[in-house]
């Protein structure tokens, strides 16, 4: 490869927000035994990457500074590494980087074999750089923890699914619907033709009174809640579940730990179940084929230049953005 540095955005410590992003040049990283380099053609942003930023997840993440952000790319792989068996140079794909090292900002990345995977004609880069971290979370979060079977006619299943225009949100309408399930979904008044769009069944705006209550305006109980939002107390949730119903806080803090807990204890049949994402190359080539039979769609936000991710970043932070925010060369 003729070139040895490459241009990149990092921050060196905690805090800063926009203004603690730099754009820098920096070695090309060298792909290890099981390790691809892509030439980046898309990234997508997540709330994660800026907690990270924040200092919300420390001391887990990052492993060190100065760290370059963001997990979710598409690319092509230009170099593999001499363990590499199932991808050559030439080769389109969709790669998550892992939250402990990023990368995703910069013009070259390298990922793990296991944890990247053949992106076909039908996926644009960024469709595919949407899905790991938001596509992933949704699936998982519905189909291990809320016990939703894709593509079966199965028990008929009433889902809430809140912040539903959101990066996971509208992912998670989209795929509770390959399911036996009526969807109820929460979104700002903006937004409630886009999720009817998606195929919800029924969208409350949280901002009224009813909505606020998240009670279904058709009167069902909610066996499922995949809560994407924040700051909605269990006492909201509890009188619209079912006997056994079950919410799954993709983003749980202090109070949703001590739920959790004191529903074990109690041995109630109403839970609220805590969710971190496992990253899984299976999972993440079944969103890619969901896309590309045109069962699932990335929404794109907005798209911005490397040169301007500091527009990117901040729309992120802002926590209104309609589907995903992209960065591209």
Request: glycine fraction near 10%; proline fraction near 6%.
């Amino acid at each position: 490869m003729a070139s040895k540095v490459m241009r990149a955005v990092q921050f060196g410590g905690y805090g800063g927000g926009v203004a603690g992003l730099k754009h820098v040049e920096v070695p090309v990283p060298a792909p290890k035994k099981d390790e691809l380099l892509l030439k980046l053609e898309a990234r997508s942003l997540n709330p994660v990457d800026w907690k990270i930023q924040k200092g919300q997840l420390r001391p887990f993440m990052p492993g060190k500074f100065p760290y370059i952000p963001a997990t979710d790319v598409a690319g092509e792989v230009v170099e593999v590494g001499s363990g590499v068996k199932n991808f050559k140079a030439g080769d389109k794909v969709v790669a998550f980087l892992g939250h402990s090292t990023g990368g995703g900002l910069a013009e070259f990345a390298v990922a793990k074999e296991s944890l990247t995977v053949i992106r076909p004609d039908e996926v644009s880069a960024a469709e595919g750089a949407g899905l790991p971290v938001a596509g992933l979370t949704a699936l998982q979060a519905l189909t291990q923890s809320a016990g939703i079977k894709l593509n079966s006619i199965g028990k008929p299943t009433n889902i809430l699914i809140t912040a539903a225009s959101g990066g996971v949100g509208h992912y998670a309408v989209q795929l509770a619907k390959l399911g036996n399930t009526h969807v109820t979904a929460s979104c700002g008044a903006r937004n409630i033709e886009f999720v009817k769009s998606l195929g919800a069944d029924e969208v409350i705006d949280y901002k009224t009174p009813e909505g606020a209550a998240l009670k279904s305006p058709s009167g069902r109980k909610y066996d499922a809640v995949i809560h994407c939002a924040t700051g909605i107390p269990w006492s909201t949730f509890e009188p619209n579940l079912s006997e056994q119903g079950k919410v799954v806080d993709i983003t749980p803090g202090a109070s949703a730990m001590l739920t959790f807990a004191v529903k074990k204890l109690t041995f109630s049949k109403k839970q609220l179940l805590p969710f971190l994402m496992s990253a899984k190359r299976e999972n993440l080539e079944y969103l890619v084929s969901l896309v590309k039979e045109g069962k699932l769609k990335t929404v794109v936000d907005s798209k911005h230049p490397l040169s301007k991710a500091e527009d990117a970043w901040a729309k992120s932070m802002d926590g209104h953005a309609t589907g995903k925010v992209i960065v591209e060369p």
